[in-house]
């Protein structure tokens, strides 16, 4: 948590560790929870076929449908938050498809199924529509009582995935948004 | 017609004769125009659409010609009356043959006559077009020319009975060949059964936790080991590590070898291939002493099942990153990628010649594909739906605007797998895979015809 590592770099220098850390840890969240709800609290209408969406740029593709991403990127199942591969199936942390469970699929030898390619899904987003993606900027909601992260995936293209004019959004360095994904955060609001 | 075909009566038998045949050969000409070329169409642009809407006219035109609903729509074209006027009967005949054979002209008798040509573009097969094609044709042509031999043109008019009981059999005889289409879209082999092996036309397969069998006109025979592979003159099995190659026919063993680890093997007249663990070896029945790696797998990458046609062996590896089909020519070292797809999993391979069967699971379907090893046009044999569902495409409380889902029609999932294949001259092989408790698989053997 960087608010604790900050608390306790503030209570470094002092002799009295153990209450100066308690106070800055105390002050810091004091402090952050109080600018998180009032921004929030300017930012939460509008919202378009996701929650947090606040303009009309179309969903990135994505193996599942709603456009929920890890924090690498890579596609995660909207309704449960299980990493999936570009097949939409459930994996483990190593790729290989699990059941409903989270058990292994196992071939009749026993051994795993093979893993299907995973991608990013700004990534694919680039492939299919032909330009060089990049991820710039994004911006942070309160959905379902946590902190979303909305996450533009921009390139140097003139439209967006709606087939319209594509706008500069999150993006820098003359890319413009291409389509939209989404990070839940488990920071609560 | 009838009245036409019966004045060549007036010449003789022979002319009667030669006009009946002009008659028939014009029917099967255009119909075999028609619908070949719609199976040609079919080939080219195949698609499950196509099946599907097929299958839905084709139910429909059952319905209607079972019921006895007035067959729609009508064509209001009539063939040139002064044709037979104009020109020689026998060829004035052959020409209203070729026109009522394409089907576009004319009174439609039966609604079954709208469901041949969606059937031939969904079937997407010349051979079976033109069945379909001398199936239209024959249809036509018979109850003219029994008419035109026997009975007064009227008859039919006059006894709408007769009629209505053609309509029943057409019917009947339409939901029977789609009956008998699905059946022969797979046959079930072997379950449990599964990891084909097929060399001329002994087909071999895997039992789990039992052993291999070899299917040999009809008769099933054990084999004393695992994992069986033929090819050539051979067959090879495993007991652990030792490894048996034999004579096919006899079973006699022509080669023993200990190979630690081995899991997978195939087997030609010249070589014996085998993956153990990350790799892929082979050796060179001449010289069992030496072996070579053919490939092997890096990290996370995970190799398939090998198969082996003369001196090529196929695998698959799959990672991550992606999936490719790889073949190596063990003879000369020489090797090739033939397939690679980064957004879909591409599946145990296997080959015949120069035709390649291999399974596709993307995100909307699974896919039994045979095409030519280089790259060229394939079909898709045998299909599932995808192994993962979709959700909305947008949050609760919210519009579908924006939102963007990954298959154009909902699927619904399954959790059967394709998985390792074979491949003869008119069949290809698949395992399908089922789960069972605990993310176990029951693999079931199925049987593709390559045609159709």
Known sequence: MPELQLSEAVAASSSRRGFLARAGRLLLGVASGGFVAAALRSQKAEAYHFCGHIYTTGSCPHPVGLPRIDRNGFPLRAVDGKAVDDLGRPIDALGRPVDAEGELWLDPDGNPLPSAPRTRVCSAAGREFGFGPRVDGAWYRCCGGRVRKLVDCCGFVRNRINGDAALTGYCYRGRKVFCVMYYDTKIKC | MVGTVRAARHDGRW????????????????????????????????????????????????????????????????????????????????????????????????????????????????????????????????????????????????????????????????????????????????????????????????????????????????LPGSDPAIGGALV?????????????????????????????????????????????????????????????????????????????????????????????????????????????????????????????????????????????????????PPLASQDRGHERHHTSQGERLPCPHRPKPTTRTLWTTALSATTAYVTVLRPSRGGRTTPTLLAVPRQG
């Open chain 2, 236 to 384: 090879a099995w495993h007991v652990g590590p030792a490894v048996t190659v034999a004579a096919r026919d006899t079973l006699g063993p022509v080669l023993q070898q200990t190979l630690p680890g081995v899991q997978k093997l195939a087997v030609s007249d010249r070589w014996l291939v085998w993956r153990a663990g990350p790799e892929i070896r082979v050796l060179p029945l001449s010289d069992p002493t030496r072996s070579a790696r053919v490939a092997e797998a890096k990290r996370v990458a995970e190799l398939g099942r090998p198969a082996l046609d003369g001196d090529l062996v196929v695998y698959h590896r799959a990672s991550a990153a992606g999936s490719w089909l790889a073949a190596v020519d063990v003879a000369t070292g020489k090797r090739h990628r033939l397939r690679f797809a980064r957004d879909a999993l591409l599946l145990n391979p296997s080959l015949l010649g120069t035709s390649l069967l291999y399974v596709r699971a993307s995100r909307c379907s699974q896919q039994l594909r045979l095409g030519p090893l280089g790259s060229g046009k394939e079909r898709v044999l045998y299909r599932l």
């Open chain 2, 15 to 222: 002319a009667f004769a030669l006009t009946a045949a002009a008659f028939a050969s014009g029917l099967a000409l255009g119909a075999s125009v028609v619908f070949v070329g719609l199976g040609l169409l079919g080939a080219w642009a195949h698609t499950r659409a196509l099946v599907v809407a097929a299958v839905a006219i084709a139910a429909a035109a059952i319905l209607s010609d079972a019921s006895g609903l007035r067959v729609r729509p009508q064509i209001p074209f009539q063939v040139p009356e002064r044709w037979r006027r104009r020109m020689p009967l026998p060829r004035a005949l052959l020409l209203y043959g070729v026109l009522l054979g394409t089907g576009l002209t004319t009174f439609v008798p039966a609604s079954a006559a709208w469901a041949l040509p969606a059937l031939s573009l969904a079937l997407g097969d010349v051979p079976g077009s033109f069945a379909i094609a001398l199936g239209f044709a024959t249809g036509r042509a018979l109850p003219v020319l029994v008419l035109a031999v026997g009975a007064e043109e009227t008859v039919l008019a006059e006894r709408p009975h007769g009629l209505r009981v053609l309509r029943l059999l057409t019917a009947a005889s339409l939901l029977l060949a789609l009956v008998a289409g699905e059946v022969r879209a797979a046959d079930t082999v072997a379950v449990p059964g599964g990891d084909p092996s097929v060399a001329a036309a002994d087909l071999a397969w895997q039992r789990p936790g039992v052993s291999g069998f070899l299917s040999r006109n009809g008769t099933v025979t054990p």
